[in-house]
DNA sequence: TTGAAAGCGCTAACAG
DNA sequence: CTGTTAGCGCTTTCAA
């Protein structure tokens, strides 16, 4: 009877608030809002009048009004370049893990590689108040003080992978020189004499660091190594390359790939080719792990996990959101997953 | 000097609101909020002299606050098993795309396959009053009872892809039984006489509407055909089934993949086997479109495109915002994408 | 142990 | 043309 004269209540009320409950138990609005958080000056008796009346209407705090109180929410905003890229995807879906332990949700925002939806994109997060950033700049971000200047407004940012070269901020990436470093050792160690190596776009830094490793660690062994140092933007770009590569009369004996999308062009020419892996050319790439898993033999590579990445950043920003001092530069170490293809 | 006063002045204050902007102009709140909103009631001197100040302190509004006050926000929940996954890569990419054109924001949300984590969402989507939500339900979602709860909310469910086989919702999806028919059709044409088909799940609805359809339209033709069926589960277990395939004595002259996982497996097997496609035996998938061009030669696959079918359910969308009737199910046909394979 | 009241920032009905 | 006022739902100080 009681039951269905409340079914019937909570029927003709489309929100249920503190007010409602109050006005049903004869209470006022503070002391139900004290009960519910089981503020320590609310009597038993009171506390589980007014949460057994909550539940039965299933009460829901109203998130829009804590918000406004707290000025602040629990949303962290990402903005990369684009989603459909195997790093990416397995940062986020890590970093999405991570956030809703904790209660946070996670907001997409993709640039398309260019700053002025980038910029956008960061004003959104500030207007929207977020409780921090996770950033992989575009290609072409030149001026980052339009993110710095959300840490003064207290909204952390968090740079990964893509980061800036501007020191006073916070990033996280892969170990960019380790990982062609330990590439170029593993071609040594097999003895490759003539090494196709493919980079990526000359204008990042983050090849030029990876190129200046690789030729370093090459030339320390000594020995007589031919480097064929090409840059590719595409994958078609790559397998062009590559095709162009074996028609020379020296033929590389192994391929260095610096990116995934490189990878899938070297692939795509080798199956072309109607080469064998490793007996004709082997191949090593840095890689999330995804691509490699792709060929037969599996492609042997230096893994740079978005994963393990994500959590690390995840991590940062806790720290950030506690108080840290604004300013870390972390890496996470690669390690070489072999496949069969070197 | 009024400018490096205006500084000052910007710098002292963290939050500039209306109330702040009011008061620097001798103005009431409400007038305020009327000049930037190009209320005909306010004279032109008065919308000039507000909105220069605005522009000049950077005036923003406060999101909190106007959603309590409209009661929602500007965001759609999706609601996924998982983002690593060509297929809903390529659906949330165009999906954020959309709905950033709108003024919306896209918030992620995994359930890993697990209906309680999806539940989990649900609620979080619902107590943060989302504009909508799109989802695509676990494979072990039965009852969808919480989901069509959100719409008497006024929070429209836009089902898509995996969708409940429940009437009254809104669903879009890729053509399932139309798919598989016209892989059928191509093989047909080729004249395949000995066809491995692997197909994914065979609880999963549309792994049996798809392999009804196949059989269908293989037998329409009424040649000596002879299909040999199997199920994968994972890309392993087709690159298994591919391989003992092949240790027969009547080999395949072509394979039928159901998905990109499966088709990852069996092009495993016949680099391993060092087949040539489309020579020695025939390939032909159903996918996103990824997959298939990371081989050479590329895959010959039907698309079902996770690009369109997110313009599409984000059409959906915005009529039920509109106010649209309830209940919709819209299917996307597929495309034949030949790529040499077959 | 509980209640009253103010205020977060914004909008809009109503009043001048 | 502009101002006053009330209110969205919640938290929190202050008062009883």
Chains 1, 2 share one sequence.
Do not use: W
């Not at 109203?62 to 629990?74: E, G, M, P, Q, V």
């Not at 962290?76 to 991570?98: A, H, K």
């Not at 020379?248 to 072309?272: R, S, W, Y």
């Not at 082997?282 to 994963?307: C, H, N, Q, R």
């Amino acid at each position: 009877m009681l039951h269905s004269l409340i079914q019937l209540l909570n029927l003709l009320m489309s929100e249920v608030t503190l007010k409602k409950l109050a006005g049903m138990l004869q209470l006022s609005i503070s002391t139900v809002s004290r009960a519910l958080k089981d503020h320590p000056d609310i009597s038993i008796e009171t506390k589980t009048k007014v949460k057994e009346l909550s539940v039965l209407l299933d009460y829901e705090p109203n998130t829009f009004a804590i918000n406004l109180r707290s000025n602040h929410c629990k949303e962290f905003g990402i903005i990369v370049p684009t989603i459909t890229n195997d790093f990416y995807q397995s940062f986020i879906s890590s970093l999405e893990n991570e956030v809703r332990q904790y209660g946070y949700s996670l907001i997409i925002l993709q640039s398309g590689d260019d700053p002025i939806i980038e910029l956008a994109n960061l004003k959104l997060c500030k207007q929207n108040r977020m409780a921090g950033i996770f950033v992989s700049i575009t290609s072409k971000t030149t001026d980052i003080n339009n993110f710095l200047k959300l840490d003064e407004h207290h909204i952390p940012v968090i740079f990964f992978d893509k980061v800036p070269s501007f020191e006073a901020c916070n990033k996280v990436c892969v170990a960019d020189e380790a990982a062609a470093d330990m590439a170029a050792k593993e071609l040594m160690l097999k003895k490759k004499k003539n090494i196709l190596s493919i980079f990526g776009n000359p204008e990042l830094l983050i090849t030029q660091k990876r190129l200046k490793s690789f030729e370093d660690t090459v030339s320390g062994y000594g020995l007589s190594t031919q480097l064929y140092i090409h840059y590719a933007l595409s994958s078609d770009e790559a397998r062009e390359i590559t095709m162009n590569s074996f028609k020379k009369v020296i033929k590389p004996d192994a391929i260095f790939c610096m990116t995934d999308e490189i990878l899938m062009g070297v692939m795509k020419a080798i199956q072309q080719l109607e080469l064998r892996t490793p007996q004709d050319v082997g191949v090593i790439a840095i890689s999330d792990g995804f691509k490699p898993t792709l060929y037969y033999p599996e492609i042997t590579y230096i893994e740079t996990s978005g994963f393990k990445l994500a959590k690390l950043a995840f991590a940062r920003m806790l720290a950030c959101l506690g108080g840290s001092s604004y300013a870390q530069e972390l890496r996470i170490e690669s390690i070489v997953v072999s496949g069969g293809s070197l």
